[in-house]
Nanobody
Framework: QVQLVESGGGLVQAGGSLRLSCAASGRTFGTYAMGWFRQAPGKEREFVAAIGWSSVNTYYADSVKGRFTISRDNAKNTVYLQMNNLKPEDTGVYYC?????????????????WGPGTQVSVSS
């Protein structure tokens, strides 16, 4: 089982930027697609972005397209989420997760090995 640890969250004003990192343990990081999810208070966890093992394929929620960029560095066992032009509705706990092999969806059930999360707060 891989262990994931997110970092880089914080408090930022609307229009600002943050870069989240997710460090993974183990030797198989480069063979799995990875994803970012977020959960706002009182709401369900929602998909934000995903990236294939080779970085060729990326996927984004409509709400973050054009503002967020997912990337990865397999040599460092790390996946990133660059968040620009942040909005108050981006506030929440951000989680990274490993995509299950053979699963083709982008729901929470298609991912495992969740990290503890990092808080992102955007003030208006």
């Amino acid at each position: 089982q891989v262990q994931l640890v997110e970092s880089g969250g914080g408090l930022v004003q609307a229009g600002g930027s943050l870069r989240l990192s997710c460090a993974a343990s183990g030797r198989t990081f480069g063979t799995y697609a990875m994803g970012w999810f977020r959960q706002a208070p009182g709401k369900e966890r929602e998909f934000v972005a995903a990236i294939g093992w080779s970085s060729v394929n990326t996927y984004y929620a409509d709400s973050v397209k054009g503002r967020f960029t997912i990337s990865r560095d397999n040599a460092k066992n790390t996946v990133y989420l660059q968040m620009n032009n942040l909005k108050p509705e981006d506030t929440g706990v951000y989680y990274c997760a490993r995509k299950l092999l053979g699963r083709y969806g982008l729901d929470s059930a298609d991912f495992d090995s969740w990290g503890p999360g990092t808080q992102v707060s955007v003030s208006s």
